[in-house]
């Protein structure tokens, strides 16, 4: 690890949205200096979960170095890393795969600024869409006019493998400048896989049932799992607002707002085996000893404002609640969200899972050269 006179390697979060890849920076003893995206819904919560962030709401297709770096309180050759994770609806194969769709260019424009401020590395997080068909082509052009940079990817990993209690099946893309950084390779990236895999069970089994209030106890378990513990400890340094602080002290968790369902709705939920999917709503319902599959985002306004279809819980005839999915996400519950359910789901399910990123950042934070 670092020697103590080390400064923290200093990153740039592009597309931060809720926040995810920011909170697994933090965790692996980086320090985010600026954290930049376009949708006000996304990063609501951004501030109060991390206070002495610097955000700003820019579209990143014109955004300009020297106002990201004004942002960023710093000069280029203070930036040691930038990371995000593009929006890959254009990409997704469970959506249109669209190639004139507008988003697919903001992938272009995360390496544009990776070219000007030639950061020592750069990490990108997007759906294995990426490398098929013409998505394939986008990308490769995109990274075209990259140089100094050894590029190791597209590796497809999976943030259960990392140590999440969800299948979600990521592709990165990381390049390191080599007079900067040791040598990193695609071996030590999938070395990185967790030999305990964790179960929905273990995520979110003490968590309460669904409330009209805002927060509730959690359940009087007479074993509660290691992952469940972690996600109720108090925020590190600079993290947090006193509200989830205040939570966490007194053993409180938010996120467990109730939705209603009509009673034939819940007699058809009720009726659904874990591991299967509700015929009319097809919501699957978690299995208590497996991990939860993808959790799925829906869009904003500008795209319909769709909801995403929600797993069922293992055994209640119900979706699960913001602080489950925040669970199985790799969130931990003094984290924040929207006061809407609808956007809070967005912000889970575009999110990349803390727990994979922090596995990653720890990594390359270890190659970097002390000079």
Known sequence: MYAKTMRSPKVIDLFCGAGGFSLGAYNAGL??????????????????NFPHGKLLLADISTLRINSLLKAADAGAADVDGIIGGPPCQGFSTIGKRN??????????????????????????????G?????AKGIFDKAVSD?????????VCLDAHDLGAPTHRKRIVVLGYDPNRVEPITEAEIKSLSCSEKLTVRDAIA??????????GP????????????????????????????????????SGIQITQHAPKVIERFRRVPQ???????????????????????????????????????PVRPRVITIREAARLQGFPDWFDFHETKWHSFRM?????????????????AKKIKKI
């Not at 320090?31 to 109060?48: E, G, Q, W």
């Not at 992952?227 to 947090?240: I, K």
């Not at 599959?293 to 306004?301: D, E, K, S, V, Y």
């Open 31 to 48: 320090k985010v200096i600026a954290s930049v995206d376009i949708d006000d819904k996304l990063t609501s919560s951004y501030k109060s």
């Open 275 to 313: 591991g299967k999917t509700d015929d009319v709503s097809r919501c699957v319902r978690l299995k208590w000893d497996s991990a939860a599959p993808t959790l799925r985002a829906g869009t904003g306004p500008d795209k319909g404002s769709f909801q995403s279809v929600r797993p069922l819980h």
């Open 218 to 253: 959690y359940r009087n378990l007479k074993t509660v799992s290691k992952y469940a513990m972690r996600a109720r400890s108090a925020p590190g340094r600079g993290l947090g607002s006193a509200a989830s602080r205040q939570r966490i002290v007194t053993g409180q968790v």
């Open 130 to 134: 990426l490398i098929a068909g013409v």
């Open 146 to 154: 990259l140089d100094g940079y050894t590029l190791i990817g597209p």
């Open 206 to 215: 003490d968590l309460p049932e669904p409330s009209s209030h805002s927060a």
């Open 348 to 364: 889970i399910g575009n999110s990349v899972s803390p727990i994979m990123a922090e596995a990653l950042l720890r990594l390359i």
């Open 99 to 128: 190639a004139a769709d507008p988003r697919n260019g903001l992938l272009r424009h995360f390496f544009r600024i990776v070219a000007e401020v030639r950061p020592k590395f750069f990490l990108m997080e997007n759906v294995p």
